[in-house]
């Protein structure tokens, strides 16, 4: 199949396979992705993340319905390994998922333990291009966690959604000072059980102590399950664009994470221009060396790369 | 104060203040470490990881304890925002572990956000390399997390523990395929605690399809607080520790982290290379024309490295 045309007539089957061709890293990917650059730059981003178990799938699922509701297109990327997408949780979740993969405005990419083990940023980058390509107007990223992965969602969405639940006892007490300073929503799902407006409180609370950004983030209480408050996250979400794109923001961050990506492609390619160039005899004497602790891996990594400061210095 | 004489002569202050002044990527310190290097590679690595609530900073800091009695030196760093040594935690918490604090034979790190946003690698790996300098016969990492720091964890540590606890529900159920994976020795703290047998039995049904490996993880119970059980990891670390070096594990994965290592270092090089020989216009023009969408940042990857590349075709 034609898959250049097929991402052009969108056709979801040619979405599905050029994501595992760029994932697989094949070169066909990468020339119809560059091909297609110039179509990017439309998807807004949006991050769910938070603690196992507070329902952030049925969470994402209800906002993209209400999206889709509204003629919108969305991609939905679970980096999460407990999500149902994924097949990490019971088989209630999944059915309930149902609706989204029968929902035309609506394509799932699940990055399963691929997306996982090789970090959020580069399976997923690769997964949102794409699908900006295609024309999503908005696409979902869900991770799980309390660490790394929330930073770096953080600063990849445009718009990142903390979700939380009550009764998830002095765990969340104690997260809650890293966590704050990663969502611009906060949402405490669940909110039909004891404790939730508790929880509410507290957490606006601790964002009074946070003075680091003009936006003040909402903290809006849902039970996703049931449809509600799913309007008044949306409504949060559109908010939040609005503030990030009239101050400045979304323009400036965008650029950065261009200039990070040519980076980082820079480096990659000379990477691999140095491993093309030494034998793997020679990398093995090195490490060797180390080893042996006869010299230091500093001194090492500047033996390597030998050859290419010449180049730089001309 | 003469820092390479003080770690020489095994003084705690400047230990400590190696380690921030390597934290805050000062060439003075990255020259000593590679003055010590030599010093390297007696240290044991014990990664202790597991969800927020479980336990884990009472049961590192309960084998420490049991190491330091049996005269042995260790290092803890703790990458866990939830930590009570990252000030994460409840005051209770905090108290219980003053009697790590006046130990001789114990050193902690917390890595706090630092460690945290640079990735559990960088930080984690020079504390790592400068208590191994130091003269500590193990160094415990704590992490927190249900993504890639537990992963990285597993990748960086010569034995790595998953703890977990009864009664956290469907979450750590859901979570259990990615665990699994992870964990040479798995501890079920807070034991006195209703279904702690249970627990410790599904995870043991688990491990019987977990046949990747010749090595059997162990399941534990502890309660870490009452000093229970302690004696039982000790041993496991052990035993996990002569079966890796009897395997060879030991020594390959050693080089292959040096490896690694070498090959990141030679990209930080390049990559400041890079940037040295770019001014900050030509970069911005070049960010500029592709988020206009003129060029993709693919292209705009290789024309950066162009004066490199001929350096290299040399």
Redesign the interface.
Known sequence: MDIKKGIIDGDRIALAKLITMAEDGKKEA?DI??EL??R??NAYLIGITG???VGKSTLTAKLARAYSGLGKKIGIIACD??SPYTG???LGDRIRMQELFTDPNIFIRSMG?RG??G??SRGTRVAVRIMDIFGMDYIFIE???????E?EIADTADTTIMVLAPGL???I???K??IMEIGDIFVVNKADREGAEKTAREIDTMLDFNEKSTWRPKVIMTVAQDNKGINDVLHAIEEHMKYIKDSGIFASK??EH??E???????????S??MT?LSKEE?LG???K??K?EI???????D??K??????Q?
Chains 1, 2 share one sequence.
């Open positions: 990468m992705i560059k650059y110039h990017t730059g603690p196992p178990g390994p407990t990490g949780a019971i333990s996982h083990l970090g959020l991770t799980v966690g309390v660490g790394q992965s930073v006892g002095d765990d007490q104690a997260m000072a890293g965008r650029k261009i200039k990506e040519i980076l980082e492609l820079a480096t990659q390619n000379i990477m221009e140095i160039g990398l090195i490490v060797d180390v080893a602790r230091d891996p500093y001194s090492a990594s500047i390597i790369i050859p290419i400061k010449g180049g730089i001309k």
